[in-house]
């Protein structure tokens, strides 16, 4: 993980006022780099490749030259995040490296020596692919001289001689444009000129500026909603370079006025409320502002972690208390010492706001300017929206304040996606149909309430909605907090929804539907299925008390999961019948009520065998193995809710036939990080000449799973399987560990390998697992596993239609079976692979 390579980086920056990312996303599989154009303490330009998880970094002051003859200084400096390769905008001035930045060039990379070796030596050779810059080029590193800083490296950055070399071209002059937005650097962003502090406010010299007492009450502007912010076209001769828009960050907080007189502040809320106390101690920040009244326009924030605004944080504060975590960001100036300025153009009372505000916005300052962009706002709604922000408001830089909701004002608000439960819906009075869908969130195994949503259906899919959900009312479960009138549905479809934020209960707030969420398994080859479960078998299905509820309110009952069973028992029953097993049952339906069943019980069914075996230390143990269809079915009424299976067949005990990893995640590593590492595990395994197999774990993690051929006895295995995992994991000891504990896996995952111990067992394919919804872990094929999002969507109730349609891709598993190398043998080959 690239968190302790980013300390550097991150000890420079200050993330609460800086929206430059914080870091931490896991590198790719391209080589990415990109070269940014940079006007800080002066102009340079930034080159930046991508390296593992980081991106190198050098500052190059004069830019890079397509004449090989020209040998230009590029000074090392700390390793920045893999998203700076997509960064563009503003730094603000204070902040480190403060000033506009412009991705001038991007694209990828390819070393033409070992990087790390290349570093070290310092004659680093390699090629870029980029709009601009092509072909090789060579970083030599120059030796330090003694009065330099250790920590300093200079380089030498120069192009090599091939077809991309050019002697003529200036390719800086030539191509001064940003290749990400198009616009010039001195386009980006014009920043306020620095004003001293002490300068003269004149308030009265600005045209528009009345005479007369601060206005009692003033509704604030409001803006009007949009999806994108408004193209910049020009209009006047009056416009700031041609400019008609500036746009500023949308903040998550609650809308205030600031009424100042004679250094006592009072705000006030959207609806005239004087929250003055309820804010704390954030008024008494106004009283060091030079000036006898004011009326100042603005938003109250909490900030996140990453310095984010965050509306859930702002409720936590004002419950919880607030003193010190309250900032006010100011963003309009109406009133000022005598002076009504609603009339005045916006960006003339944004630069009289800069004025008496100058000196008072620190980064340690209760009150902040609210910067801005001025021209086109793409690029800042683009980069809102990756850091996960409200969004942006734009206006209309030559328009006066108007209250109430004018055009003069757009807010664009970067989308929130996120997929809810659908546990019921209303019907809507003027149609007689469906008119909103209740929306529910599992958390620690129950489903929980989250509000509805009313909006983005069209007529079709209201009809394919209600059709639906009408089969689903049956053995529904009411939600806590849902209104009265609401339908309530069994929870199995899910939704996928873009909401404006949370209130600090969870609810959302300006939900849109965006469509279901649903599994799909790419179709298998078809084949002539065997019928292990007969129409007779289902038929026989019976269980006591088929209405109780497993694992909550929200759960499904004992006759779902009988049920299920029975659906996938064509596919499920090749995976298990033979193998020693171990049964997860749960007949209360209570957590605390389950148990493993390894051995014999009274009352099993005939069909379920008892094995009778030996350990290491001669003591006999008895397993037990599903037989055939009948036993298996029959164990429903026995409250089984999971299979665990052995990795041998009972007539082969002692030579296990597959083998398992089980992908562990630990603490912060997300499903998608987890599947690129069973990716990577894949290849790993197929240089050995295996053939992997992949299933979810029911869980958070990811089962790979090998055929091998039983030859080598458990000890052999499970040594072999120890040295595999152990070479995979010092590959990539920041993504990896094969040794238990959980404060080995922080961040990291975890190579369980001692399921392929002998009596170890692991989830058997199709085996339901014992948690909220009761996802399966379910096989899959390496393409389907790349485009699944959420594993938990492949439980009880969607898995045995997505079977139907598309078969069992573990079907031919067993005649992919290699023979699994030796320990020393799985290192020889490991490294004769490396060395190719």
């Known amino acids: 993980m690239p968190q302790r390579k980013l300390k550097a980086y991150r000890d420079k920056r200050d993330f609460s006022k800086t929206s430059e990312p914080v870091g931490g996303v896991l590198a790719g599989s391209d080589n990415r780099f990109v070269v940014h154009k ?38 090392q400096t700390e390793d920045h995040p893999l998203e700076y390769l997509d960064f563009e905008g503003l730094i603000p001035e204070g902040e480190y490296g403060g000033g506009p930045m412009i991705v001038w060039d991007t694209g990828t990379w390819a ?81 306020p000129k620095p004003t001293p502090v002490q300068v003269e406010l004149r308030p009265g010299k600005l045209k528009g500026a009345k005479r007369g007492p601060m206005p009692d009450r003033l509704s ?61 101690d954030l008024g008494r920040a106004f009283s060091v502002l030079r000036c006898r009244e004011a009326l100042i326009d603005g938003e109250v924030v909490a900030l996140d972690e990453q310095g984010v605004s965050r ?23 109406l009133y000022l010492d005598g002076w009504d300025l609603r009339a005045v153009p916006l960006l003339k009372r944004k630069e009289l706001l800069t004025q008496l505000l100058a000196g008072q916005t620190t980064s340690r300052s209760a009150i902040q300017l609210s910067d801005h962009v001025l021209g086109d706002g793409e690029a800042l709604f683009e980069q809102a929206s990756d850091m996960g922000l409200e969004g942006i408001v734009s206006k209309d830089i030559s328009a006066p304040y108007q209250e109430g909701r004018t055009q003069s004002w757009i807010k ?38 989250r509000g509805k949503v009313g909006s983005g259906f ?54 849109v539907y965006m469509g279901l969420r649903e599994a799909e398994l790419s179709r298998e080859e078809p084949t002539d299925r065997i019928r292990l479960v007969t129409d007779a078998d289902l038929a026989s299905i019976w269980v006591t008390n088929p209405t109780r509820r497993l694992f909550g309110k929200s759960g499904p009952t004992k006759l779902d999961i009988a049920v299920y069973y029975a659906l996938v028992g064509d596919f499920m029953l090749p995976h298990i019948i ?31 065998a008892t094995i009778r075996t030996t350990n290491s230390d001669d003591e006999e143990k008895t397993y037990i193995s599903v037989e055939d269809a009948k036993g298996y079915l029959a164990l429903a009424q026995f409250g089984v809710v999971e299979f665990h299976a052995w990795g041998a067949l009972r007539q082969q005990l002692e030579k296990p036939d597959r083998i398992v990893f089980d992908l562990d995640p630990g603490d912060g590593v997300a499903w998608r990080e987890v599947v690129e590492a069973a990716i990577h595990i894949r290849g790993e395994l197929e240089t050995l000449g295996l053939v992997p197999f992949v299933k979810t774990s029911g869980g958070k993690g990811i089962h790979v799973v090998v055929p091998i051929l039983p030859k080598r006895g458990w000890k052999e295995v499970h040594r072999a399987t120890s040295d595999i995992a152990g070479r995979i994991a010092a590959s990539a000891p920041e993504t990896f560990t094969a040794i238990m504990g959980k404060d080995n896996r922080k961040r990291r995952i975890f190579i369980d390998f001692h399921r392929n ?3 170890a067992t692991a989830a058997a394919p199709y085996s339901l697992r014992a948690r909220a919804n009761m996802p399966a872990s379910a096989p899959l094929s390496w393409n389907d596993l790349e485009s699944i999002d959420a594993p938990e969507d492949l439980n009880y109730s969607s898995l045995p239609g997505l079977l139907t349609m598309s078969g069992d891709p573990w079907a031919r598993i067993n005649e992919f079976a290699r023979e699994l190398p030796a320990a020393s043998q799985a290192k020889t080959s490991s490294r004769k692979q490396s060395n190719n």
């Open 458 to 511: 069209d007529a079709g899919a209201l009809r394919d909605l209600e059709k639906r959900l009408a089969p689903l009312t049956e053995g529904a479960v009411p939600l806590q907090g849902a209104p009265k009138e609401t339908i309530f549905v069994r929870p199995v479809l899910t939704a996928r929804i873009r909401y404006a934020n949370r209130t600090n209960d969870g609810m959302l707030r300006h939900a």
């Open 38 to 75: 940079h006007s800080a303490t002066s102009d340079h330009y930034d080159l930046r490749l991508q390296v593992g998880d980081v991106l190198k970094s050098w500052a190059v002051p004069r830019g890079p030259s397509l004449n090989p003859a020209d040998k230009r200084l590029a000074v």
């Open 311 to 333: 509306f859930a944080a702002l409720q936590d504060a004002l419950s919880q208390g607030s003193a010190g975590k309250l900032l006010f960001y100011a963003f309009d100036l």
């Open 757 to 759: 111990a002998r009596s």
């Open 111 to 191: 070393p033409m020596d070992d990087v790390d070796r290349s570093l070290t030596s310092g004659a680093f050779k390699f090629r870029l692919a980029g709009d601009k810059l092509k072909g090789g080029w060579m970083l030599a590193r120059l030796k330090r001289r003694s009065d330099e800083d250790e920590d300093k490296q200079n380089w030498l950055l120069f192009k090599e001689k091939d077809l991309a070399a050019d002697e003529t071209l200036d390719i800086l002059a030539a191509r001064p444009e940003s290749v990400k937005s198009g616009r010039r650097i001195e386009e980006l962003v014009e920043q």
């Open 220 to 280: 604030p502007q409001l803006a009007t909603a949009a999806t994108v912010p408004p193209k910049d076209e020009a209009k006047g001769k009056d416009r700031a370079g041609g400019k008609t828009w500036l746009h500023e960050i949308k903040f998550d907080g609650y809308r205030t006025m600031v009424r100042l007189s004679e250094g006592e502040a009072r705000l006030i809320t959207r609806s005239g409320l004087d929250w003055t106390r309820r804010y704390g």
């Open 412 to 449: 664009a608000k970067a989308p929130r996606p996120g997929n809810f439960v659908i546990v019921g819906y209303t019907i809507s009075p003027a149609t007689d149909g469906l008119g909103a869908l209740a929306l529910g969130e599992w958390e620690n195994d129950e489903l929980h309430y």
């Open 578 to 608: 033979g193998r020693p097993v171990s049964l997860f049952r749960c007949p209360t339906g209570r957590p605390q009520d389950c148990f493993f069943q390894r051995h014999a019980f009274n009352g099993m069914p005939p069909t379920v």
